[in-house]
């Protein structure tokens, strides 16, 4: 017998398109139309629908129509993104690289578990719990699903080790694991320290605070602080950095927002560096509150800001949690530096052109010419000694420093996509670890002696092997870049992340250009 409900929606169905018109007419408030949309797409489109994609596909376009920083996270991306800024994750503790289909342990996180178990650079985990992973198609994701967990969760693995013919069986108990936002915290020259930082994450104001103390043990009086490609981070490690530049009560930025009134955020006293020569790098990729430091600090004349136009972004974040454990981050307010400059880059011809500013920079030779940037006189703003600085999109440097082309090469960007340089150097260490480390007991050691003609050798026999469309011409153009990339690789392997950023220091015209200024005669309104 045929149900009464299926003969209501049979009838439903047929006059439908009679219907349609009546029952969408009712719908007064616009908010209501997804719901209705919805309700079509489930009861009469021609195909099955996933109703969360769509909602989120919908979510996403709605906030696309904002701005280009207002965004949807669903929760996988919310909690990466937070990890990201928090400072640390639960996991294991390793540094890793996939290396012909195996996993390759790079260096043990210094303080996590795996070092505490004598887990060592160059050891190949060959098996995670009773399942091998050698020699198949993993990724990066793969191993994050593998190797992190809760805190105190215990992954078994078995890990192959150059020299041992049986593998070795590890119970790693799953701890914190620190994610440093500095990258590098090294002496430049006697007197010049230098400090990198990648993001503004929980983290940064303690890391700087401890990279500027052991440069201060070395010596160091100035400091260069790069921020070339830092994209940001929390507005509050920003003024936390410049609490240690500026004089108690200096305006550091200030926020603004349709429904949030003036905030001003001042320097609360205490600084580390307040007489220190200070140099800033920053480039096309430092962008939100990389633009509040330089800001400030070029507002307040409180030191050189060296390299290119900044990214231009100028208006801050919140996130918004849900239930489900997504989020909406939301643009709330902007922000504008002592002087008053509001650097936001200009969105109202779409969020795609937006993110192709920098491209088109490239194509109208900004990077290679200052000249190019076309800054009207009406975004023009004075420091606190009377100098001219503009607002508008982005930070303009004190001292600009031309993009270097020389190196560049179609032949370049295929050998880096290929990943030869970082497989190179990691066969490289691999075969010569032990000879390596006697020959080269310190960083010093190996930056002034070793010599990576072996390694070029050898990566133009990879290119060979590969069959890599690569001219000769273009091959030679790129050469000394590419062995300094070799022996920055092989550095970082025997001596961590910090002996990498020292030898590619040479090929950093930025570096080189902030060194230069600091030997020469200090501007007379920095003094």
Known sequence: MISMKRITLALIGLLMPVL????????????????????????????????????????????NELDPHSYYLPPRELKASEEALSGNFEGIGVQFNIHNDTIMVVSPISGGPSERLGIRS??????????????????????????????????NVKIMRPGLSDLLDFAIVRDKIPVFSMDAAFMLKPGVGYLKINRFAETTVDEFKEGWTKLKALGAKDLILDLQGNSGGYLMAATGILDHFLAKGKLQVYTQGLHSDRRDFKASGNPMLLNNRLVVLVDEGSASASEIVAGAVQDHDRGLVVGRRTFGKGLVQNTFPMPDGSAFRLTTARYFTPSGRFIQAPYNEGTEKYYKDLASRFDKGELTDSSKAQIPDSLAFKTSKGRTVYGGAGIMPDVFVPLDTSFFSVCLNRITAAGLPYN?????????????????????????????????????????????????????????FLQTMLKALVAQNLHGRDAFFKVMASENESIQKALEMLEGPWPEYLK
């Open 424 to 480: 190179v150097a990691l066969d490289y260490v691999d075969a010569h670890r032990a000879e390596l480390q006697s020959a080269y007991p310190s960083m010093d050691d190996f930056n002034s002696r070793f010599d990576a003609q072996p390694l070029w050798e050898t990566l133009l026999t990879e290119i060979e092997k590969r069959n890599l469309p690569c001219e000769t011409g273009d091959v030679n153009r790129s050469k000394v």
């Open 122 to 155: 160059g050891d190949r985990i060959i098996f995670i719990e009773d399942t091998l992973v050698a020699g198949k198609k993993i990724t990066n994701n793969d191993v994050f699903r593998w190797l992190r967990g809760k805190k105190g969760s215990i992954v």
């Open 20 to 63: 349609s018109l009546p029952l969408c007419a009712q719908i007064n408030n616009p908010s209501e139309k997804l719901d209705g949309l919805l309700f079509f797409l489930e009861n009469y489109y021609l195909e099955k629908i996933d109703r969360e994609t769509l909602i989120e596909a919908a979510l996403e376009g709605l906030l």
